[in-house]
T-cell receptor, first 109, second 117 residues
Framework: SQQGEEDPQALSIQEGENATMNCSYK?????LQWYRQNSGRGLVHLIL???NEREKHSGRLRVTLDTSKKSSSLLITASRAADTASYFC?????????WGAGTKLIIKP | DTGVSQNPRHKITKRGQNVTFRCDPI?????LYWYRQTLGQGPEFLTY????????KSRLLSDRFSAERPKGSFSTLEIQRTEQGDSAMYLC???????????????FGPGTRLLVL
């Protein structure tokens, strides 16, 4: 069964706005990762945050992790049309990544 | 391009036929994973290899599924006696786990889309 649960399931915003997606999980983790998937290019790794980290930045991406609440958020600032994709969180628990169902993000021009 | 490659990209087969997919990981990666993904869902773990050893297999995986990685490089995933429920995208990923800290980034191939008629 899938462990990460993304919220919302779908999000539609105007280009230039910020997009926030959340992920909740159930067990202890080594790290949590966010991936992007669009139809043309498959799954691409975006950012990894370790269990002892609380916040991490990469370009327009900001990820937070709250291990006490077993939750993470992904913020994309100044969204662009090219950010339209599905975004997945994956929790690294022992030997494998366990994935949520994803958030489908649509950026309207 | 030195990324993960998968072949074929698409496969249409009739129910009951066997199919085999191939994955070529990034050359220096010792870990190789197979996932299945259906529409609107995240990837579902099937199995993984460390070098040539198959270390874990999902309990959800039918006996009709078998995977090999004979020389610790490329891998094959075979589905015997395919069923319509096997229709999905089959993803391969490779990684190398950093020593001293349990973290790894998985690099995914483009997937093989299977349609069982």
């Amino acid at each position: 069964s899938q462990q990460g649960e993304e919220d919302p399931q779908a999000l539609s915003i105007q280009e230039g706005e910020n997009a926030t997606m959340n992920c909740s999980y159930k067990t202890s983790i080594n790290n949590l990762q966010w991936y992007r998937q669009n139809s043309g290019r498959g799954l691409v790794h975006l950012i990894l945050i370790r269990s002892n980290e609380r916040e991490k930045h990469s370009g327009r991406l900001r990820v937070t992790l709250d291990t006490s609440k077993k939750s993470s958020s992904l913020l994309i600032t100044a969204s662009r049309a090219a950010d339209t994709a599905s975004y997945f969180c994956a929790v690294d628990s022992n030997y494998q990544l366990i994935w949520g169902a994803g958030t489908k993000l649509i950026i309207k021009p | 391009d030195t990324g993960v490659s998968q072949n074929p990209r698409h496969k249409i087969t009739k129910r009951g036929q066997n199919v085999t997919f191939r994955c070529d990981p990034i050359s220096e990666h010792n870990r190789l994973y197979w996932y299945r993904q259906t529409l609107g869902q995240g990837p579902e773990f099937l199995t993984y290899f460390q070098n040539e050893a198959q270390l874990e297999k999902s309990r959800l995986l039918s006996d009709r599924f078998s995977a090999e990685r004979p020389k610790g490089s490329f891998s094959t995933l075979e589905i015997q006696r395919t069923e319509q429920g096997d229709s999905a995208m089959y993803l391969c990923a490779s990684s190398t786990r950093e020593a001293g800290w349990l973290q790894e980034t998985q690099y995914f191939g483009p997937g093989t889309r299977l349609l069982v008629l």
